[in-house]
């Protein structure tokens, strides 16, 4: 099976159980820049699930359209575990979607800073019950980094919709 055809199984398969539950997911998006919900938005009748999706590119949209603390912008950066939950958890006071998730990385070329290399990417997922974040350490060029925040993205949905062990090391110890 190819990647597209895994990201499209995936996809489909988010879609469909949120469906079932009626229940809706909305996206803030940094690196990948609206890519998840692009993805989510290509299956017919994504408006019953897709409540919406933000690009908050910049740390000033981050912190006056999600609300992230300056203070974590400042000391943890936006490309941190405290940023992508504070961006989850901001987007849904402003949604009040069932699930917030956000994504927040350096897909390169340039950016990389001590101790954060190209590659590196948090995504946190926020509901009524708890907020995770999971840090990945993507290699490839800007776009495969990019999609692979996709597939993650929704890989971590569809284990909380599935209430399985939520993939990957929680990152925000």
């Given at each position: 099976m190819s990647v597209n055809e895994e990201l499209s199984d995936l996809t489909r398969t988010v879609f469909t159980l949120l469906r079932q539950r009626r229940q809706t997911v909305?996206?803030?998006?940094?690196?990948?820049?609206?890519?998840?919900?692009?993805?989510?938005?290509?299956?017919?009748?994504?408006?019953?699930?897709?409540?919406?999706?933000?690009?908050?590119?910049?740390?000033?949209?981050?912190?006056?359209?999600?609300?992230?603390?300056?203070?974590?912008?400042?000391?943890?950066?936006?490309?941190?575990?405290?940023?992508?939950?504070?961006?989850?958890?901001?987007?849904?006071?402003?949604?009040?979607?069932?699930?917030?998730?956000?994504?927040?990385?350096?897909?390169?070329?340039g950016g990389a800073e001590p101790g954060k290399p190209i590659g590196l990417v948090y995504i946190a997922l926020h509901d009524a019950r708890s907020s995770v974040v999971r840090r990945f350490l993507f290699e490839g060029e800007r776009n495969s980094i990019r999609r692979a925040s996709v597939f993650s993205a929704l890989e971590l949905l569809r284990c909380r919709l599935l209430e399985e062990p939520l993939c990957g090391k929680d990152a925000s110890n």
């Open positions: 909305a996206f803030a998006e940094s690196c990948t820049a609206g890519l998840v919900s692009a993805t989510l938005a290509e299956i017919p009748g994504a408006s019953e699930v897709l409540d919406g999706g933000v690009v908050t590119y910049s740390n000033a949209m981050k912190r006056d359209f999600l609300g992230v603390p300056t203070e974590i912008l400042e000391r943890d950066g936006a490309v941190s575990p405290r940023c992508a939950i504070a961006m989850a958890e901001g987007l849904c006071r402003r949604t009040h979607s069932d699930f917030a998730l956000s994504i927040t990385g350096l897909a390169g070329p």
